[in-house]
Nanobody, 118 residues
Framework: VQLQASGGGLVQAGGSLRLSCVAS????????MGWYRQAPGKQRELVAL???????NYADAVKGRFTISRDDAKNTVYLQMNSLKPEDTAVYFC?????????????WGQGTLVTVSS
């Protein structure tokens, strides 16, 4: 299984970006998909998660500004990021909890850099 993230880049404060992440490989079902981020000198932190039932969970720092969604037909998760702030600058990592046959495992993408200038 591979997770391929895209959509990062440089944006001014107040701007928007949309991240995408596609899961590929031998997948029976994708239980949870989401995004984490890691800023320089800091630990990786949760940004947002979405279950296969559509239930979402957001970090307090992004509530009201970021929206997570998924397209199960495409094995893809999206993160729409609006009203970006310089403190949102980080490498964003795609995450998925995937079942393959009878085994359920965590998978991570390679990360995509988001830089927000003030």
């Amino acid at each position: 299984v591979q997770l391929q993230a895209s959509g990062g880049g440089l944006v001014q404060a107040g701007g928007s970006l949309r991240l995408s992440c596609v899961a590929s490989g031998s997948i029976f079902s994708i239980n949870i998909m989401g995004w984490y981020r890691q800023a320089p000198g800091k630990q990786r932190e949760l940004v947002a998660l979405i279950t296969n039932g559509g239930r979402t969970n957001y970090a307090d720092a992004v509530k009201g500004r970021f929206t997570i969604s998924r397209d199960d037909a495409k094995n893809t998760v999206y993160l729409q990021m609006n009203s970006l702030k310089p403190e949102d600058t980080a490498v964003y990592f795609c995450y998925a909890d995937i079942s393959r046959w009878s085994v359920r495992s965590d998978y991570w993408g390679q990360g995509t850099l988001v830089t927000v200038s003030s």
